[in-house]
Structures are given as structure tokens and as C-alpha cells.
């Protein structure tokens, strides 16, 4: 596995400067964390799917055990509130499907914290067909679009960064099946890249315009903690990123082997579908700025332009949070000898 060179920084140098961000306290241990029974509570945002290869990986080659970390996956879904159950104390660690969750959280006075990216890219698109396509924002003018009721402000932020008023757009809201634009009812369909079993309807005429490509830059699948773990516990939430990002590394080496390990654990994902996807997941978790600044990477100045877009969509009813307030780079920082720099 490819790392970052082998000496370590005892100082951190220029977050502050750079990127106005305040750090939480001298806390950054990094070696591996000397506690023998601390559980890494982790809630997902959503159901167990290929997005937690990492973690699955990294659990299975002993990466926690190695760190003193027992790793206790909890699922999320359509009513479990992932960031409410953070916040609370109820689990002390999550990953959630896309970084707004997390600005808006804060806005509303939730103390949690981004500590890393798991995907450099977005994957949700907008999917039509290769006889009707929409290949750029300005195709959906007089589009019918169906999208999940969670992601109608992702289509109000592409719009309204391309100019486009809402009202040229015709929305209703869907579930996760494909059929509707298979046949024609719509025009445009939302989802995920990633997930190869629904989007497999489509065939070859399917015409894909990534959420990303269009202008709105959103980092999925974030961990974040709580202000409170990160000043109390954060050797431990600092050895779990370390774990998870040797376990990310190892599925890049040999992702049969981390598809293997994830239906494993979860016996209801089929392997063949997730052969499928694991190419697609590995290529937006690396990329050029993870082969510069290794598995995780994000910056403050991305923050900012997401909260910048959903500050003029008047989406925070108690105003923006500040960059400092959502996002720190510490962990990456003390982290980053350790970090696989795949790209």
C-alpha cells in the first residue's frame, strides 16, 4: 500500500491560517490508542450497503482490534434520524449520505463535526434516456423530473446555480424504482450511481448528468462526531479513521476480496451486484486530491461554497454555520502518515 512519507508533524501547521478554522484542543495522538475496550458506536444514514466496504474491511483484517476499538455498525433508514442519534449521544460516531444533512444539523444547534470524506464526488445523477436526454442542466427546461422527497433541494440548488427558474421544471417525487423513466412517465430520475441493481432497468440507453458535473460540489458519505467526543475521546474517533482508512486502502488492492467480506456481513447484499458497483464506489472514494492528500481528504474551501449555496437558498432557519463550526481538518491531519494515497 502506497503512504505518506513516514516523518510526523508534532505541530499542526497553517489550518488555522489557511483555512480559519479553530482547532479543538492539543489532542492528536497518533499512534495506536492504548484503550483495550472502546466501542466505535457507528451510525449510518442509511441502510448497510457497499458504502461501508471500508469499514467492513477493516474490521475483518483485525485494523480496529489492532487499535484497542471494538466496531458496532448500526444501521440508518427512511425513519431513524442518523445525526439526532449522534448528537444525542446515543452512538458516538456516523457517517451520513451527504455532507447538507450535516449543515443544516449544525444550523439547528446539533454540536456534531465532519471529520473526513469518504467520497471525493457525489454520486447522485440524474438519469434519462438516450431518446429524450439531458446531458447538461439546461435540458431539464420542461423536463419531467422525479425525484426522492429528501433530494427536491438538491434540484432547487442545481437550478438555481445554473439559472434556471423552477418553475420550467415539472417535479414529483419517487422511491428508488426506475420503471417510471423506463417507460416514460418521466423524463428525468434521480439516485446514486452506485446502486448498479436499480439503475440496471435502464439498459444502454440510460444518460447520466452527475449532480457534481452540474455545479454543486457536495462531499457524500462524511464522518462526523460531536464537539463533545472530539475533546473528550478524540485519540479513539482519531484511531477509527486511521482503522477505516487502511481498511478503504485494502479494498482498493483487492476489491473482490472487500466484497467478499461486505456480503459476508450482510447476507442480503447479492456479490454479483456488487462486483458490479465496487469499481464505481472505489472511483469516488480516490481520486487525484486523495492520491495528493490520501483517503478522507476535503477542504474547508469546498465547505464553504456548500454553505454559501444553501445560504442563499435560505435553507438555515438560524442562520449559516460557520466553516469552523461543521468541519475540522485535525483528524486528517494526524492521521495522514497513515492515510492510503491511491488515485
Not at 450511481?193 to 458519505?221: F, H, P
Amino acid at each position: 500500500m502506497t503512504h505518506r512519507g513516514l516523518n510526523r508533524r508534532h505541530v499542526l501547521q497553517g489550518l488555522g491560517a489557511a483555512a480559519g478554522l479553530a482547532t479543538t484542543g492539543t489532542f492528536l495522538s497518533v499512534g495506536p490508542s492504548a484503550a483495550a475496550d472502546f466501542k466505535i458506536r457507528m451510525q449510518l444514514g442509511w441502510l448497510a450497503s457497499n458504502g461501508i466496504l471500508g469499514e467492513v474491511m477493516a474490521d475483518k483484517l483485525g485494523y480496529f482490534a489492532e487499535e484497542g476499538l471494538e466496531l458496532d455498525i448500526i444501521p440508518g433508514g427512511p425513519n431513524i434520524d442518523g445525526v439526532a442519534s449522534v448528537a444525542s449521544g446515543a452512538n458516538n460516531f456516523g457517517s451520513i449520505s451527504s455532507s447538507p444533512s450535516l449543515m443544516l444539523a449544525r444550523s439547528a444547534g446539533l454540536p456534531i463535526k465532519c471529520i473526513a470524506a469518504g467520497y471525493q464526488q457525489h454520486p447522485f445523477t440524474y438519469f434519462s434516456m438516450e431518446a429524450n436526454p439531458v446531458r447538461k442542466p439546461e435540458d431539464l427546461v420542461g423536463k419531467k423530473v422525479a425525484t426522492q422527497g429528501t433530494a427536491r433541494i438538491l434540484l432547487r440548488a442545481l437550478l438555481a446555480k445554473n439559472g434556471i427558474d423552477e418553475s420550467q421544471v415539472e417535479v414529483s417525487v419517487m422511491g428508488g424504482d426506475m420503471a417510471p423513466l423506463k417507460v416514460g412517465q418521466v423524463d428525468v430520475a434521480t439516485g446514486w450511481q452506485t446502486n448498479v441493481g436499480a439503475l440496471s432497468v435502464l439498459g444502454d440507453e440510460r444518460v447520466d448528468m452527475k449532480l457534481w458535473d452540474a455545479g454543486i460540489q457536495l462531499y457524500a458519505n462524511p464522518y462526523y462526531t460531536t464537539d463533545d467526543v472530539l475533546q473528550e475521546n478524540s485519540d479513539k474517533i482519531t484511531a477509527a479513521i486511521r482503522a477505516i482508512s487502511r481498511g478503504w486502502g485494502a479494498v482498493y488492492e483487492n476489491p473482490e476480496a472487500g466484497v467478499d467480506a461486505l456480503v459476508e456481513r450482510y447476507p442480503n447484499l447479492d456479490k454479483d451486484s456488487e462486483m458490479k458497483a465496487v469499481d464505481l464506489v472505489l472511483g469516488f472514494s480516490f481520486n487525484d486530491k486523495t492520491k495528493a492528500g490520501g483517503w478522507g481528504i476535503m477542504t474547508a474551501d469546498n465547505w464553504q461554497e456548500q454553505i454559501d449555496t444553501y445560504n442563499s437558498l435560505e435553507q438555515f432557519t438560524n442562520g449559516a454555520p460557520n466553516v469552523a463550526d461543521i468541519m475540522t481538518l485535525d483528524i486528517l491531519e494526524a492521521t495522514k502518515d497513515v492515510r492510503p494515497t491511491f488515485g
